[in-house]
């Protein structure tokens, strides 16, 4: 998977999250942690080429803080979606 494939499923897969929140089926500190990522991927996108490639991945403070939010939206995912985390 390229570095830019990371982004692109992101894109596809937002959206989508919209109907499960609208559902309530997503607490809205996930909600919050999804938002901070599509930001912090424009953020990134905004930074150029220079943002998206191997080196960057593993050395720029923005992929960091991106993958800190990723991992902090994972936990908050529930497992049914009628199982939402209170």
Do not use: N
Request: proline fraction near 7%; hydrophobic fraction near 45%.
């Amino acid at each position: 998977m390229s570095i830019d494939e990371l982004a692109l499923d992101f894109d596809a897969f937002y959206p989508a999250s919209w109907q499960s929140r609208d559902a309530g089926w997503m607490c809205e500190g996930l909600v919050a942690l999804l938002s901070a990522i599509d930001r912090k991927l424009i953020d990134l996108t905004e930074q150029g080429p220079s943002a998206w490639t191997e080196e960057a991945l593993h050395s720029c403070p923005g992929w960091e803080e991106l993958r800190g939010l990723a991992r902090r939206a994972l936990a908050l995912i529930p497992v049914q979606p009628w199982a939402v985390p209170s």
